[in-house]
């Protein structure tokens, strides 16, 4: 879990570089990261994949992304 409080900002990969993180197959998994209080409406929705060049390190992805790259 200490991937998820760092960094404290972050925003989605820009087109060009998350066509880029999934050429050639991509990572092999993604994490979605959900926010909700008391089973009410989700307050946010984010998705991390990890990184192909440094082990161990995550990087946030847009889900359109992951849906181009499925």
Not at 10 to 39: E, M, T, W
Not at 52 to 61: A, I, K, N, Q, Y
């Amino acid at each position: 879990m200490a991937w998820a409080s760092y960094p404290r900002a972050a925003s989605p990969a820009s087109d060009a570089d998350s066509k880029g993180a999934f050429a050639n197959g991509g990572p092999p998994f993604a994490i979605q990261l959900v926010r909700q209080v008391n089973y009410g409406p989700l307050e946010s929705k984010r998705y991390f994949a990890p990184t192909l060049t440094s082990p161990g390190e995550f990087v946030e992805v847009a889900e359109d992304d992951l849906i181009q790259a499925n």
